[in-house]
Structures are given as structure tokens and as C-alpha cells.
T-cell receptor
Framework: AQTVTQSQPEMSVQEAETVTLSCTYDTSESDYYLFWYKQPPSRQMILVIRQEAYKQQNATENRFSVNFQKAAKSFSLKISDSQLGDAAMYFCAYRSAGGATNKLIFGTGTLLAVQP | KAGVTQTPRYLIKTRGQQVTLSCSPISGHRSVSWYQQTPGQGLQFLFEYFSETQRNKGNFPGRFSGRQFSNSRSEMNVSTLELGDSALYLC?????????????FGPGTRLTVL
């Protein structure tokens, strides 16, 4: 069974600074997808970024980028030029590429605080 | 396009009652997944429906059930409610079940069991 681990329950960053959130996962599959979701206080889950395991190039979405290390089973999220609106709970998630399923396996989340 | 909608947004029930939650996916989306979010257990997958068929189920007791209608709207039902069923229930929709198609989440239904 696949598992996702986020070892940082809470993180804090100064506005305009850079922060990196960690995520590791365990799987025996070779093809899969990894996601970072953001959950602000409104509780609406929002997709931040996704990575396809067969792509070696790290995904980037504006100020958000990932460091995907497939051999190490590591998938960290870097937020550059942090903004107050980035304050939220961040979840790392795994999804198998094989089989007919959309099931996401989530980590326990990292609560990010942004200090003005 | 309108986003994923969930009704009701808040619900208070007592132990032993049953509850039905509704999820309307984004227009054109055929896959709906349900998740339970609690402080203790985090986000856990409940089940997934695609074209009115349940194609995956999480590790939850039989008190939790669901269905999907021909218009892709989905409902989940919890019978004989327990205090531990208090949670935020999230549904997510996607166009289909292939590959890494993005799942879009609704705002959730906050269920409180007294």
C-alpha cells in the first residue's frame, strides 16, 4: 500500500521569503502522480501543482515549484516570494497512474503561517 | 463553469440518526470521489463513482454508502451515526478516471454528531 508522509506539522515564513515544505512517499509502483493541495481556512481544497512521475523535469506554477526526487521518493514544494494569501494547510497527495481510479492518498498536512 | 457544489454546508445530527450529503460535480465531469477529513485521521478516501458505478471504496464500515445518478450528481449516506462520524466531508470531481486528470474539490459539508 502507498503512504505519504509530511514530517513538518507547522512551518512559518516571512512575507517575500522562500519556504520549502517536505513530502516523502512510499510505493512500489513506477508510474504515478503527485500533487500539492492547499486548504485555506475556508476549507476549499485547491490544487497548487502536480507532477507526473515519468517526467524528470520538476513542475513549476508561477511562484510554486517542486523538487521531485524519484529515487529518494521525495516531493518537496518550494514557495517563492511568500504572500499573506499563501497561509494555509498544505497537503501532499499520491495517485496511482494504473487502474481506473481517482483515489488520492494524502499526507497529514503542513500548516504554513506567513508573517508580515 | 460552476464549481463543485455540496449541500448542505453544515449539518448537526444526533447519534443513531442517518444523514445524506449531496455533491454536484462540475458540468461534464463523470467521476465523483468522497473524502472524510478529521483532525485525528486526516483525509481519508471513502469511495469513488464513475458513470453511476462505484469503482473504488475505502476502508469504512458498511454504514457509509453512496450512489451516483445519471446526471453525475452523487450522494453519500451515513446510517446509525456515531460521534466519530463528525467530520468535514469533501467531494471531488474530475472529467474521467484517466491518468492525472485534476480533481476539483467542493467546499465540503461539516457534519457534527451530538
Amino acid at each position: 500500500a502507498q503512504t505519504v508522509t509530511q514530517s513538518q506539522p507547522e512551518m512559518s515564513v516571512q512575507e517575500a521569503e522562500t519556504v520549502t515544505l517536505s513530502c516523502t512517499y512510499d510505493t512500489s509502483e513506477s508510474d504515478y502522480y503527485l500533487f500539492w493541495y492547499k486548504q485555506p481556512p475556508s476549507r476549499q481544497m485547491i490544487l497548487v501543482i502536480r507532477q507526473e512521475a515519468y517526467k524528470q523535469q520538476n513542475a513549476t506554477e508561477n511562484r510554486f515549484s517542486v523538487n521531485f526526487q524519484k529515487a529518494a521518493k521525495s516531493f518537496s514544494l518550494k514557495i517563492s516570494d511568500s504572500q499573506l494569501g499563501d497561509a494555509a494547510m498544505y497537503f501532499c497527495a499520491y495517485r496511482s497512474a494504473g487502474g481506473a481510479t481517482n483515489k488520492l492518498i494524502f499526507g497529514t498536512g503542513t500548516l504554513l503561517a506567513v508573517q508580515p | 463553469k460552476a464549481g463543485v457544489t455540496q449541500t448542505p454546508r453544515y449539518l448537526i445530527k444526533t447519534r443513531g440518526q442517518q444523514v445524506t450529503l449531496s455533491c454536484s460535480p462540475i458540468s461534464g465531469h463523470r467521476s465523483v470521489s468522497w473524502y472524510q477529513q478529521t483532525p485525528g485521521q486526516g483525509l481519508q478516501f471513502l469511495f469513488e463513482y464513475f458513470s453511476e458505478t462505484q469503482r473504488n471504496k475505502g476502508n469504512f464500515p458498511g454504514r457509509f454508502s453512496g450512489r451516483q445518478f445519471s446526471n453525475s450528481r452523487s450522494e453519500m449516506n451515513v446510517s446509525t451515526l456515531e460521534l466519530g462520524d463528525s467530520a468535514l466531508y469533501l467531494c471531488a470531481s474530475s472529467p474521467d478516471g484517466r491518468g492525472g486528470t485534476t480533481q476539483y474539490f467542493g467546499p465540503g459539508t461539516r457534519l457534527t454528531v451530538l
